[in-house]
């Protein structure tokens, strides 16, 4: 955090059960762009510098506890209310003098700039107790309603529940999303009740309160797109196709071509250099970097990958975890590659499977090559030297290594190590007899024949 910046925290609301995902799973690690969204809302406050960042939760939720960490946890034994769920974070939080910013875990696309916009108003000369995000949705739906004073302050926030016809006819809408004075925080939850259609404890409620200590209240707007939150399937699947277009347009943006934008599918944080050409259908799991100038062609799946400059990957590639594809190699169809390293130049192009292996600059991996790498209970590296060639359909039964300048015979199943620049073939010898083919045509020819007869 930057001295000049105003001192944060933030409260991330993730208790709700999010009944209507029908889901074994706590509703915020639900994933959109191979991030879980609770995951989304971290990292988009990271930026902000916001310390302490407290995440409030369910009992029973340690997968979320588990996401988070480091960030310190909340329990909220029972789900009493937004405002409820607010004051469970206060042991931890403690007495925070700056601005306390609330954020919703089932919200993942607020942005840093916006949420940066909501803490600068908070701190603005007026020193309102209360920003709250708002929004003008096409349909305004359920959404609680800000209700301004004539002067354009906030006023209160109504829900939806409690409104009156008039309230409800309001378009601004409560994002959820708060910036709040740290120093009248604690004061405000003390004082909300659960007088409501509703019976809960409302957090909206706080701006009534702030207002009747004599404290301004302000609205910050930001586009419906970046507040929308999730609480069904449908929904996750529409956040997961906003995200997706956005990254799209970004990736080509910054300098990528994309042949199909519309069939590539992007992880929240993967990285493309300059030049990148990604054809149709291509998958991007979590943890990729693709330099400047690779290839990567249609119907590639990758993930937990590096792939260095003037790479080629694909058609019909799987990049796993710990896959490191060096500069100018290629890896073609049907190959898969896990936890391994290609020096640069290295080619493994048609039906392979290199895991737990190294192959060295310039060698060749033929076709249907395998490295056995797993013997059911652990596993074991392959190391291939540089300029090796390993000819098609062999199997290297690990731990083995192939020595720089080796050739492995087509066909071979190589248990021990190949020294550098040696030829080393394993497979039955060929026999050959002459006119046995002819011979054994003519006699099976018979056989039926005489058979038909009978
Ligand atoms: C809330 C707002 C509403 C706003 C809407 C925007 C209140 C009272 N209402 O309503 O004005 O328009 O969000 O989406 O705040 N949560 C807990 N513990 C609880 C209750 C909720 O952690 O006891 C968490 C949920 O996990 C969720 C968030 O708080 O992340 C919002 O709760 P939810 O019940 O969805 O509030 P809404 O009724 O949608
Ligand atoms: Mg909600």
């Not at 409260?11 to 999010?18: E, N, P, Q, T």
């Not at 908070?122 to 359920?142: E, T, Y």
């Not at 493309?272 to 998958?283: A, C, E, K, Q, T």
């Amino acid at each position: 955090m930057s001295a000049a910046q105003p001192r944060t925290a933030a409260i991330i609301l993730a208790a709700g059960k999010g009944t209507r995902m029908k889901s074994a799973l706590p509703k915020v690690m639900h994933q959109i762009a191979g991030r879980s969204m609770i995951g989304h809302v971290v990292a988009n406050l990271g930026p902000l510098g916001s310390q302490p960042n407290v995440v409030v939760v369910a009992p029973g939720m340690d997968q979320v506890a588990a996401e988070v960490a480091p960030l310190p946890i909340a329990v909220q034994t029972d789900q009493l209310g937004t405002g409820h769920a607010v004051g469970c974070a206060r042991a931890a939080l403690g007495d925070f003098p700056g601005t306390v910013l609330v954020l919703y875990g089932d919200s993942p696309f607020i942005s840093t700039a916006t949420l940066s916009n909501l803490v600068a108003r908070r701190v603005a000369a007026d020193n309102p107790a209360v920003v709250v995000l708002g929004m003008r949705p096409a349909d305004p739906a359920k959404y609680g309603r800000l209700i301004l004073d004539t002067a354009g302050g906030l006023d209160r926030i109504v829900e939806w529940k409690d409104a009156s016809e008039a309230e409800r006819a309001v378009t601004l809408c409560n994002s959820g999303v708060m910036a709040i004075d740290g120093k009248v925080l604690w004061s405000l939850i003390e004082r909300v009740d659960n007088k409501n259609a509703k019976g809960e404890y409302y957090l909206t409620d706080i701006v009534e309160l702030a207002r009747r200590d004599g404290r301004a209240c302000a609205v910050v707007e930001a586009p419906e797109a970046e507040l929308m939150g999730v609480n069904s399937r449908a929904e996750l699947a529409i956040a997961e196709r906003l995200f997706q277009d956005q990254r799209r347009a970004l990736a080509m943006e910054e300098g990528a071509t994309l042949i199909d934008p519309a069939s590539v599918f992007f992880a929240a944080d993967t990285k493309l250099g300059r030049d990148v050409v990604i054809g149709p259908n291509v998958f991007f799991g979590p943890g990729v970097t693709v330099a400047d100038d690779v290839e990567i062609r249609a119907f590639s799946h990758i993930e937990g990958a590096k792939i260095a400059s003037g790479a080629i990957i694909g058609p019909f590639a799987r990049l796993r975890p710990g896959a490191e594809i060096g500069i100018d190699a290629h890896v073609g169809n049907f190959v898969e590659v896990k936890n391994s390293i290609l020096g640069q130049g290295a080619k493994a192009n048609h039906l392979t499977y290199l895991g737990d292996a190294d192959v060295g600059a310039k060698s060749n991996i033929g076709a249907g090559t395998i490295t056995c790498n797993y013997d059911g209970y652990v596993k074991a590296r392959t190391v291939i030297g540089a300029g090796a060639f390993i000819g098609s359909n062999s199997a290297l039964v690990a731990p083995v290594k192939v020595g720089d300048g080796a050739i492995v015979g087509a066909g071979s199943v190589i248990t021990r190590d190949v020294e550098a620049d040696a030829i080393a073939v394993s497979r039955a010898e060929q026999v050959s007899r002459a006119g046995r083919a002819r011979d054994f045509r003519a006699q099976r020819q018979k056989m039926k024949q005489d058979k038909a007869r009978k």
